[in-house]
């Protein structure tokens, strides 16, 4: 399936004038027991417009392979063709899903951690499917996906699919416009032995330099249950400087394992010019299972082009 699509994306880049993109995350980070540089990702991204109807955005990922080594390595996240109708937008192929990017928007510093929902892999970012969105009235947007439910690095690996459902009212890019949202989204998937579904609403405000984002999303696989809960602030104290706080908590009712901690991480983002961000911050994690809490000094870098 990834190589039609790798193909049908060659034949659109022959036929459409596109444009060419990608950003850079680089760290470097201290704790009692290392001090590195790291290159966390590396993102190329081609996509423009084929007519007036139909677009299409590549995007090639280049992180850590955990499930090999620690070798960086190179794959294809997303290989995805919007066609616009009267009815509303639909997208085919390996498309980004519509779980996380209001809240990622609302927190608004991937380079520096990812959402909650991502970090805590509550969902994948993107999976093999279709789906369709749509403005209902002004400023209200529903969206609706039929994946796999693998995500975007396996292929798919039995009979059942996920259904992946999001309401948003209001500005969806607090990172780049001043404005306020709220919304809902609801995932359900079934197993040979068990369904899993997520729910998260969420919301943000930005306005006189001030951005705020809070999200609450609960995961259900089985008997199990996990929740989190997010809250963010970031405020512009000068021009090109900001402060900014993430607090998340997380816990489940799985007794014998306690998986539940609670993570801050805050700092300063300085915005240079040429598109390089510059973020020294400090984290700090508390586990629910007693064991000794975690204190990370990190200095991360965006570079955009």
Request: aromatic letters at 14%.
């Amino acid at each position: 399936m990834k190589r039609i699509l790798l193909l049908v994306s060659i034949t659109g880049f022959m036929f459409a004038e596109g444009k060419i993109g990608g950003v850079t995350y680089f760290d470097y980070s201290n704790t009692e027991e290392t001090s590195e540089f790291n290159l966390k990702r590396q993102y190329f991204g081609y996509g423009g417009d084929v007519s007036d109807q139909v677009s299409f955005n590549i995007l090639f990922d280049v992180g850590r392979n955990d499930t090999i080594d620690t070798r960086l390595s190179a794959y294809l996240k997303k290989a995805q063709i919007n066609y616009k109708s009267s009815l509303g937008k639909f997208n085919f192929g390996l498309i980004g899903m519509n779980t996380y990017a209001v809240q990622e928007s609302n927190w608004g510093y991937r380079f520096i951690e990812k959402s909650a929902i991502d970090e805590n892999k509550f969902s994948s970012t993107a999976d093999l499917g279709v789906g369709f969105s749509r403005s209902l009235i002004d400023n209200l947007n529903l969206s609706l996906l039929f994946v796999n439910g693998e995500g975007f690095k396996k292929p798919q690996g039995d009979k059942y699919h996920k259904i992946a459902f999001n309401a948003t009212y209001g500005e969806s890019n607090l990172n780049k416009n001043d404005g306020y949202n709220g919304g809902l989204v609801y995932t359900t998937e079934n197993t040979d032995t068990t369904a899993a579904t997520m729910t998260s609403l969420f919301g943000g405000f930005a306005g006189m330099g001030l951005r705020l984002g809070g999200e609450y999303d609960m995961l259900t696989i089985g008997s199990v249950e996990s929740n989190i809960i997010s809250v963010s602030a970031n405020y512009a104290v000068r021009d090109k400087i900001d402060i900014f706080a993430r607090y998340d908590m997380v816990d489940d009712n799985d007794d014998a394992n306690k998986n539940g901690k609670n993570y801050l991480v805050a700092g300063i983002v300085l915005t240079c010019d040429g598109g390089i961000s510059v973020a020294p911050n400090m984290r700090n994690t508390s586990y629910e299972n007693g064991s000794e809490s975690e204190t990370e000094y990190k200095v991360n870098f965006q570079f955009k082009f």
